[in-house]
């Protein structure tokens, strides 16, 4: 069963305007929440988290939100630029004497179109 | 180089053979994972090392699928008698503790 879910598969959106991924989990566990971002031939490179007890972490760009309630957290990009291009997984984790044993969505493929 | 190194990039190899995949983590980072990513799916954990122990291998699908790091460094992941449903890309990542992981750009196995 998928703990982390990224129910829609791509996004398609213009340069310049906000590009909203979203992801769900399931598992009221976890703790500690990240963005990853990947190119085709390379691997997922770290963009952003977010701690349970938090609502909002954002950094430049990009701000993550997380609903506990909802059990949803979503990636606002914006503005949008065509080097975003990209597979984003959402992933999350368990705190388990440091381990980052991480639990991955599917991904989604953002395409930022000039 | 400054990142996670994985070799070699790509791995084709007949079902029933040994492979062996290398990561070589950025130095320094005490904490290195693998996972395996399949076709059209995200990555799924296999096994974390801290040090040269293998803290959690809970990942490892069967005993066919063995990882070790000697020296706190390096780390190896073997799989015996391969079969066709172990292709995917093997992803390494290093970490210093509680810090988000570094990814390698995997290695491509394709079992035929």
């Known amino acids: 069963d998928q703990q982390v879910k990224q129910n829609s598969p791509s996004l398609s959106v213009q340069e310049g305007r906000i590009s909203i991924l979203n992801c769900d989990y399931t598992n009221s566990m976890f703790d500690y929440f990240l963005w990853y971002k990947k190119y085709p031939a390379e691997g997922p490179t770290f963009l952003i988290s977010?701690?349970?007890?938090?609502d909002k972490n954002e950094d430049g760009r990009f701000t993550v939100f997380l609903n506990k309630s909802a059990k949803h957290l979503s990636l606002h990009i914006v503005p949008s630029q065509p080097g975003d291009s990209a597979v984003y997984f959402c992933?999350?984790?368990?705190?388990?004497?440091?381990?980052?044993?991480?639990?991955f969505g599917k991904g989604m493929k953002l395409t930022v179109n000039p | 180089g400054a990142g996670v190194s994985q070799t070699p990039s790509n791995k084709v190899t007949e079902k029933g053979k040994y492979v062996e995949l290398r990561c070589d983590p950025i130095?320094?980072?005490?904490?290195l994972y693998w996972y395996r990513q399949s076709l059209g799916q995200g990555p799924e954990f296999l096994i974390y090392f801290q040090g040269t122990g293998a803290a959690d291998d809970s990942g490892l699908p069967n005993d066919r699928f063995f990882a070790v790091r000697p020296e706190g460094s390096v780390s190896t992941l073997k799989i015996q008698r391969t079969e066709r449903g172990d292709s995917a890309v093997y992803l390494c990542?290093?970490?210093?503790?509680?810090?988000?992981?570094?990814f390698g750009n995997g290695t491509r196995l394709t079992v035929t």
């Open positions: 130095s320094g980072h005490t904490a």
């Open positions: 992933a999350a984790s368990v705190y388990q004497g440091g381990s980052e044993k991480l639990v």
């Open positions: 977010i701690s349970s007890i938090k």
């Open positions: 990542a290093s970490s210093l503790m509680n810090s988000p992981l570094h």
